[in-house]
T-cell receptor, first 110, second 115 residues
Framework: QKEVEQNSGPLSVPEGAIASLNCTYSDRGSQSFFWYRQYSGKSPELIMFIYSNGDKEDGRFTAQLNKASQYVSLLIRDSQPSDSATYLCAGPYNTDKLIFGTGTRLQVFP | EAQVTQNPRYLITVTGKKLTVTCSQNMNHEYMSWYRQDPGLGLRQIYYSMNVEVTDKGDVPEGYKVSRKEKRNFPLILESPSPNQTSLYFC??????????????FGQGTRLTVV
């Protein structure tokens, strides 16, 4: 069974700090990864996707992919209370399925 | 507005009473799927469809059926619901033949309780 694993948290950071969310995966063939944000009681929404090794930046968000270590991370700079949510990492299984991690709950306190 | 619409949003039913959760998307997406979300288990795929008349099992298909007669609709059918199917259900769609290259758009969710 291909797996995507995340620490469930909660990860608590003060407002303005950098939040670091991590994800490991078991399928060495995986080429692309997604980070979704899910507010309580709401549906997931895409934050970032990354296809290649290295970093990808979009505003306050930076996704990092290290294929050799089978590791994906999401950094949120200048964290805001509105960033408090569950962050889901997702990776491919074959070409027709996405496998989601169980999510990391982030709490940003003022 | 581009969206995935699920109905109903909330449903309480009794064991064994057949029910259907509808899902419709207006983005002309080829790929549609159903997930259930349970505490501690995350999102797990139930069924998916890569195009009209093409459906396949996900990770937890037991007790569910789907159909894809039209591109925009992908209903989830529970022929004989049981309490272990109490969960939060999401329908999602994405462009292209696979789920792994493009963003998945999720419906608002359906909270199902089977008593």
């Amino acid at each position: 069974q291909k797996e995507v694993e995340q620490n469930s948290g909660p990860l608590s950071v003060p407002e303005g700090a950098i939040a670091s969310l991590n994800c490991t995966y078991s399928d060495r063939g995986s080429q692309s990864f997604f980070w979704y944000r899910q507010y309580s009681g709401k549906s997931p929404e895409l934050i970032m996707f990354i296809y290649s090794n290295g970093d990808k930046e979009d505003g306050r968000f930076t996704a990092q992919l290290n294929k050799a270590s089978q590791y994906v991370s999401l950094l949120i700079r200048d964290s805001q209370p509105s960033d408090s949510a569950t962050y889901l990492c997702a990776g491919p299984y074959n070409t027709d399925k996405l496998i989601f991690g169980t999510g990391t709950r982030l709490q940003v306190f003022p | 507005e581009a969206q995935v619409t699920q109905n109903p949003r909330y449903l309480i039913t009794v064991t064994g009473k057949k029910l259907t959760v509808t899902c419709s998307q207006n983005m002309n997406h080829e790929y549609m799927s159903w997930y259930r979300q349970d505490p501690g288990l995350g999102l797990r795929q139930i069924y998916y469809s890569m195009n009209v008349e093409v459906t396949d099992k996900g990770d937890v298909p037991e007790g569910y059926k789907v159909s894809r007669k039209e591109k925009r609709n992908f209903p989830l059918i529970l022929e004989s619901p049981s309490p272990n199917q109490t969960s939060l259900y999401f329908c999602a769609s994405s462009h292209g033949q696979g789920a792994v290259e493009t963003e998945a758009f999720f419906g608002q969710g359906t909270r199902l309780t089977v008593v």
